[in-house]
T-cell receptor, first 110, second 113 residues
């Protein structure tokens, strides 16, 4: 059974803090990796794709370690609006199935 | 940015009734998915659909469920005889090509009473 595991949190951090989320996946043949953000009772929205070389988008940095089957997301200078659930998503087969982690809940406090 | 549109946004149905959830896809997308999320739980894969046929389905997607593109445009999920445990958010998602990101509709909240 293919699994994607995340620490459910919640992570309670003050504004301006740096916070890191981790994710592990069990299928070594997984081909693509994403971080999605989900607000309460809303649909998941793509935050960023995760590339083998690591990638950055503003305050967000994603890393992939294929050898350890591990994905991370770093958020710098947290904003109140970053409060949400962050979903680690892995594509197990070419275009055929996205597997979601359970999500990590982030709460940024003033 | 084009959106994936789902209807209805909320449906309440009696146990044993049939429901049809609809998704209007973005043109040029090739892969279509249905996911569900029971309140407070993770997003679960139901089925993927490519080239007008099912390509993958999960153990959740039993004989009560079916998918189709009746007019080559809208993408539907039918639940033949709803059960209380079918109450969840149902999300339609699309991918324009393999290994790219998925775009999700706003979801249909199904409540079975």
């Amino acid at each position: 059974r293919k699994e994607v595991e995340q620490d459910p949190g919640p992570f309670n951090v003050p504004e301006g803090a740096t916070v890191a989320f981790n994710c592990t996946y069990s299928n070594s043949a997984s081909q693509s990796f994403f971080w999605y953000r989900q607000d309460c009772r809303k649909e998941p929205k793509l935050l960023m794709s995760v590339y083998s070389s690591g990638n950055e988008d503003g305050r967000f940095t994603a890393q992939l370690n294929r050898a350890s089957q591990y994905i991370s997301l770093l958020i710098r200078d947290s904003k109140l609006s970053d409060s949400a659930t962050y979903l680690c998503v892995v594509n197990d087969k070419a275009g055929n199935m996205l597997t979601f982690g359970g999500g990590t809940r982030l709460m940024v406090k003033p | 940015e084009p959106e994936v549109t789902q209807t209805p946004s909320h449906q309440v149905t009696q146990m044993g009734q049939e429901v049809i959830l609809r998704c209007v896809p973005i043109s040029n997308h090739l892969y279509f998915y249905w996911y569900r999320q029971i309140l407070g739980q993770k997003v679960e894969f139901l089925v993927s659909f490519y080239n007008n046929e099912i390509s993958e389905k999960s153990e959740i997607f039993d004989d009560q469920f079916s998918v189709e593109r009746p007019d080559g445009s809208n993408f539907t999920l039918k639940i033949r005889s709803t059960k209380l445990e079918d109450s969840a958010m149902y999300f339609c998602a699309e991918v324009w090509m393999a290994n790219t990101e998925a775009f999700f509709g706003q979801g249909t909240r199904l409540t079975v009473v």
